[in-house]
């Protein structure tokens, strides 16, 4: 597919802005790079260039297309001293902090410069697209447009349109990251989109599971990667994101869905970043990183290993049909977000039909009753696949 003769604007040059700086250089855009930070900007130029030069290095890549691909990536300064700049874009990505009221002041500035036809494009996780584009006077053109990090590397971007937003903008940015060589899916505009919604029981249940001391951080990693299939355990892939990261997206998406209990965020976690353990970036987290720590060792006990996968795999299949009943997206993108968004091992809708949609029921009213909290109410549509005897993944 050609790529639009478009020149690229995208705002916030940490490690997403510069990943999705890097996707749009390597297809041919001219891209304007800026942060409220000019010296963020060289730093990001200077981490692509030593990307690609390990790609170069590799046989990846070769030096003639690494070096015109960062000649396309373009320092415009700090964006606290104007947006000028990026007058011409026909797309601007903003990549900044996630704080709704910086987001919606940098979208209320860039619609004062850039021309009524440009798109204007936010990166955000887990704020409401509708929300960012109430700060202009033409929302209709303001639209989520969600990678995953690395981005040069992570295949999903979830399109999130307002309900503000136009269906011919929607259709622009999906095509756009079609030809940019991502896999796209279209999420309505509700908290944490499709993956980050989906995604919170594989933290949040792990946490509980810590909590209750049913096994220690390294037993229930074990146990999801050699048992569950998943690249990461829950904790260790925490550490990597960064529990500051993490806990805010949860924080998110608890507040946004009006503090309901099934997005509840753990205290391990609040004090785990009160502390400053925030993971790999600061040496410590749920794992200590530093030189000569000992790495702890799982109990390699197999029948608990399954029963925390199934505690944990049924409230993410439970989390992923009640999105379908939600209508947060539609059955095939959800199976595609959680498989390209976050590389889970197979779509939870099949995961549950594999498993029995009536386990998962039973896995969960078990935990209901015990518990008794509404963190483990069933979805009303996995009752009604089970009384049916139909498949979730219809």
């Not at 971007?157 to 899916?185: D, H, M, S």
């Not at 989109?193 to 949040?204: E, H, K, L, M, S």
């Amino acid at each position: 597919m050609s790529v639009p003769p478009v020149i690229v604007g995208v705002v916030g040059a940490g490690a997403m802005g510069r990943g999705i700086a890097q996707v749009a250089a390597a297809a041919g855009h001219h891209v304007l790079l800026s942060d409220a930070d000019a010296g963020v900007v060289e730093r990001a130029r200077d981490t692509i260039r030593s990307g690609l030069a390990r790609d170069v290095a590799k046989g990846r890549l070769d030096q003639p297309r690494a070096d015109a691909l960062l000649a396309r990536i373009e320092s415009v300064g700090a964006t606290s001293l104007g947006v000028g700049a990026f007058a011409e874009c026909g797309l601007v990505i903003e990549a900044v902090v996630e704080d709704l009221s910086v987001k919606r002041t940098l979208f209320a500035a860039l619609e004062g410069v850039v021309d009524r036809e440009a798109i204007l494009a936010t990166n955000t996780s887990s704020l409401s697209i509708a929300a960012i584009g109430a700060a202009t006077t033409h929302a209709d053109r303001v639209v989520g447009m969600h990678f995953f990090n690395p981005a040069p590397l992570m295949a999903l971007v979830e399109i999130v349109p307002a309900i503000t937003t136009t269906p011919e903008i929607a259709e622009r940015t999906r095509a756009l990251a079609v030809a940019w060589g991502k896999t796209t899916v279209v999420a309505t505009d509700t908290p944490g989109f499709i993956v980050n919604r989906v995604a919170r029981p594989f933290y949040g249940e792990a946490l509980r599971i810590l909590e209750e001391g049913v096994a220690d951080v390294a037993t229930i990693d074990w146990a999801m990667r050699d048992v569950g299939g998943f690249r990461m355990g829950p904790f260790e892939l925490m550490d990597l994101i960064g529990n500051d990261v993490n806990f805010a997206v949860t924080t998110s998406v608890y507040d946004g869905f009006f503090q309901d209990p099934r997005y509840r965020p753990s205290l391990i976690q609040r004090r785990l970043v009160d502390a400053g353990l925030l993971g790999r970036k600061r040496e410590r987290g749920y794992y200590d990183y530093r030189a000569g720590a000992p790495a702890p060792a799982p109990v390699s006990d197999v029948d608990l290993a399954a029963r925390i996968v199934l505690r944990i795999v049924a409230m993410l299949v439970n989390e992923a049909v009640d999105a379908v009943r939600l209508r947060v997206a539609a059955p095939h993108d959800i199976e595609l977000a959680m498989t390209k968004g976050v590389n889970y091992p197979r779509g939870l809708l099949a995961w549950g039909d594999e498993i029995g949609p009536a386990t998962i029921l039973h896995t969960l009213e078990t935990l209901q009753a015990e518990y008794g909290e509404d963190r483990y109410r069933p979805s009303p549509l996995l009752r009604a696949r089970v009384r049916d005897g139909a498949a979730l993944l219809g």
